[in-house]
């Protein structure tokens, strides 16, 4: 049993909930091995790498090469996606991974081991043999479990590309993925390719560096690099000249475009039932015949705002959306011989006139008549709303008609003053672009994306308004000598608006980014694209062409609705404030946008990262799964925020759950570093009416804040916290000043307490040692105000609320800790907080 929280202050009372959570998806448990048998048929492989070894050694003094630091390895892990790969990322041996490739049924780890290190392996395998860990498992099993075999690499698993690789004779250019040696990439350049002029490998002169990688262009034979690689020692990755957007559009002529659609539709797995789940997208029609769109929208669900309109797409930016919608960014299915699954369906609405166009101050209205639309055809479908519409003009973060109805249809609030009276709600998601600044505008990047705004309606709460940010950098300067990418790889996108004149009373906006596409600069002059750096999509006009080129918050919002489809077919009892907080959740920030931060961070510059790229960069992995290092929990959970106490509202109920952390595994870990995620998302009802937006007539219905118990406080100190609100009133009132109470973990949030409050999506990291972790056993949930409870004649403080919490754990995997089963086992039986009221 918990420890109770002795005391709560008497204006609010605590419901104890049972920690009632589901874990997400894990993937499969290691193969159960016979640890004798199974650790020496290991050594024996690794003692054919040592005569391996010997015998390259012999090879390279023969043609009075350069002496070899190192054998590169394939290591092949069983069952896929089990291990992380940075479990094998050994740096105190120097064993490196090179690279890795998802197959159907198994991962392969290609890792570069330097001179004399095999035994490194070997030391794991002999300990997993004989000996145990205190809770009397074999030593290293989460390692060596999934191990299936070493084998020296070749050819086949240095090629990393999604299409098969080339025919042995034919002569073409490739893509060589250097280690870079000793912290010098021109040095790395230059020595790579003298060996390679000895073996009859053209290099080019130029190359482009990455942290710890050099990539240069050489011109070959499959069967020439075959004979190579263990001579060339340090290559790590090949490719082919990726196909990018400019590949199939540029150098593909309409009947080419044809043949690779037509390879991808006979790869097609689409979802044809109607128990699946929908993307409705609201733009200008679509293109219902297009191969790659006609197995996923059936032409019932082909509509438009206005029944004598058409709701075939006569522009060509709904087809674009759809394409994005079902399948990402094409150049990637195109180029892959593999199955392409698209588990979830298309609905369209037309919300465009033949003609001219709609009111601006009839846009909310539009959206609520196209959402009537779908839903007065099938009303229990689950959806994601998709709208790329925004105003031209930029929003100042105060509420618009627009962005408040989309609000007030995310909430399945009525718009009146009436209360629920326990009628359930019609609660829906949304996805919204966040506009794009015009690309004239794109040669004052980055500057010119700090001063122009996300555009209504993205300053919606309720809503995942999506931002742009780019991996897309590549540009054939042989065919554009002249041109220069504006962003650099990770970065915001040049067409992606931002909140950073914002007042800061208003939420952080974008609340994720996506992939959008970069742009080019002429000798000073902003372009759009070349299309490598633009994403590839279907086509309206089938009798031009098939594919086309799109991008901005567009694309980047089209692609989140992809997620939170993929999410709702995985987890259909999840509700939409789930779905966007597990977008929000598994969101990371880049390289490059993590070097925003100084090292010393200031809460302006934390909340300048926030308002540029809201959480970060969207990642379907993280969004969707669990791990056993990485378990992820989601709770969906209600409370009434507000009571009548005589003629006053009061602050009504927390939800205070315990944690389900297994306490003693996580103490023994004692300083090792580990990372708690929270992500809260729920949904207001909105008050748009500019009187005064902190009087009682404030934005929102209510505020949620969530609060964690420090590692040091007891339940008591915690309970007082976390009541902060009430007393800080009943202080003013008596005048009396008391030391304030901080979470005394400030320092390992991220964000904290107060930066992280904004909006009604919250989303925070805390890093600190493992075994103070296992002391913050207690997670609160609690109300702030809103106009439910300050407007009094609104007559709402009896309204109940919802709201999802996400908790994810992440510990090193190389600690062999299995944090999934002990957490799957509390839930399994909740946990009773007793806290008296």
């Known amino acids: 049993m918990a420890e109770p929280l002795k005391h709560l202050d008497a204006s609010a009372y605590v419901e104890a909930r049972p920690f009632k959570s589901t874990l997400m998806v894990q993937r499969p448990p290691a193969p159960a091995r016979e640890r004798r048998t199974h650790g020496q048929r290991l050594l024996q492989q690794l003692q054919q790498l040592h005569r391996a070894e010997a015998d390259f050694k012999r090879r390279r003094e023969a043609l009075n090469l350069p002496a070899a630091v190192g054998l590169t390895v394939a290591v092949e892990l069983r069952p896929k996606g089990f291990l992380d790969y940075k479990a094998m990322d050994w740096k105190r041996d120097g064993i490196e991974v090179l690279n890795v490739t998802s197959h159907d049924d198994f991962d392969l780890i290609v890792v570069h081991i330097p001179d004399g290190r095999l035994g490194a392996f070997e030391k794991r395998i002999r300990e997993y043999i004989s000996e145990d860990t205190k809770y009397g498992k074999p030593k290293h099993a989460a390692l060596v479990n999934v191990i299936e075999s070493f084998r020296q690499a070749a050819f086949d698993e240095l090629w990393t590309d999604p299409i098969n690789p080339p025919p042995a004779q034919v002569e073409q250019w490739f893509q060589l993925w250097l280690r870079v040696k000793a912290g010098d990439p021109a040095a790395t350049q230059r020595s790579f390719a003298q060996v390679a002029e000895r073996l009859g490998i053209i290099v080019e002169t130029g190359y482009v560096p990455f942290p710890g990688r050099i990539v240069v262009a050489a011109r070959t034979t499959r069967a020439a690099l075959e004979q190579a690689i263990e001579l060339l020692d340090v290559m790590a990755e090949i490719r082919s000249v990726q196909p990018t957007a400019e590949f199939f559009l540029s150098d593909l002529n309409p009947v080419d475009q044809v043949q690779w659609v ?280 089938m009798a031009r062409a098939l594919l086309s080129e799109t991008g901005d918050t567009s694309a980047a919002a089209a692609e989140v609705s992809r997620l939170c489809a993929h999410l709702s077919t995985r987890y259909p009892d999840y509700w939409p404030e789930t779905l966007r907080a597990l977008v929000v959740h598994g969101a990371r920030y880049t390289p490059a946008m993590s070097a925003q931060l100084p090292l010393n961070r200031a809460r302006d510059d934390k909340e300048a990262l926030l308002r540029q790229f809201g959480y970060g960069a969207v990642n379907g992995y993280n969004t969707l799964n669990s791990d056993t290092w990485r378990p992820t929990l989601v709770l969906q959970e209600s409370l009434t925020p507000y009571r009548l106490d005589r003629s006053d509202i009061k602050l009504n109920q927390l939800n205070m759950h315990t944690l389900p952390w297994p306490s003693d595994a996580l103490a023994a870990l004692g300083e090792a570093l580990v990372e708690m995620r929270i992500t809260l998302s729920y949904f207001i009802d909105p008050n748009p009416s500019q009187r005064g937006w902190q009087s009682k007539f404030r934005y929102q219905s209510h505020g949620l804040r969530f609060a964690v118990k420090g590692a040091t406080e007891t339940a008591e100190i915690f309970g007082q916290r976390i009541n902060k609100i009430e007393r800080e009133d009943a202080e003013a009132a008596d005048g009396l000043h008391r030391q304030p109470m901080n979470d005394p973990d400030t320092e390992g949030w991220l964000f904290g307490s107060q930066l992280r409050a904004r909006g009604s999506i919250q989303s925070d990291v805390w890093r600190g040692t493992a075994a103070q972790l296992a002391a913050k056993s207690h997670l609160a949930v609690f109300p702030v105000g809103g106009w439910w409870k300050d407007w009094r004649d609104a007559c709402q403080s009896t309204n109940a609320v919802r709201y999802a919490l996400i908790v994810s754990l992440e510990v090193n995997q190389e600690l062999e800790v299995d944090l999934y089963t002990p957490i799957q086992a509390a839930i399994a039986t909740p946990i009773e907080t007793t806290i008296p009221r």
């Open 262 to 541: 037509r390879d991808l539709t006979g790869r097609l797995e689409a979802n044809g039932s109607a128990e699946a789940a929908y993307v409705t997208l609201l733009d200008t029609g679509v293109a219902q015949a297009h191969p790659l769109i006609q197995s996923s929208l059936d032409a019932a669900d082909l509509h438009a705002l206005v029944p004598t309109w058409n709701g075939a797409d006569a522009d060509g930016h709904g087809t674009q959306m759809a394409g994005i919608v079902l399948h990402g960014n094409l150049t990637h299915p195109l180029a892959s011989t593999e199955a392409h699954a698209v588990p979830h369906r298309l609905e369209s609405v037309n919300i465009y006139p033949p003609q001219g166009q709609h009111p601006y101050h009839l846009y909310g209205w539009v959206t609520q008549q196209a959402v009537g639309v779908v839903e007065g055809v099938a009303l229990d479908r689950r959806r994601t709303f998709a709208m790329m519409s925004t105003c031209t003009e930029a929003s100042t973060g105060l509420p618009s008609e627009w962005s408040a109805t989309i609000d007030r249809l995310a909430a399945g609030g009525r718009g009146t003053l009436e209360p629920d009276n326990d009628e359930p709600r019609q609660r829906r998601l949304f996805v919204l672009s966040g506009g794009n600044i015009p690309w004239p505008k794109w040669d004052g990047y980055p500057h010119i994306n700090h001063v122009e705004s996300i555009e209504s309606p993205g300053q919606a709460w309720n809503a995942l308004t999506v931002g742009a940010y780019t991996d897309l950098t590549f540009i054939d300067h042989a065919k554009w000598p002249g041109l220069q990418g504006i962003a650099p790889m990770g970065a915001l996108s040049p067409c992606s608006t931002t909140t950073m004149l914002w007042q800061r009373s208003w939420p952080f906006k974008p609340d994720v980014v996506a992939e959008g596409g970069n742009g080019s600069l002429d000798q000073g002059q902003p372009l759009v694209g070349p299309e490598s750096l633009r994403l590839l999509t279907t086509h309206r006009d």
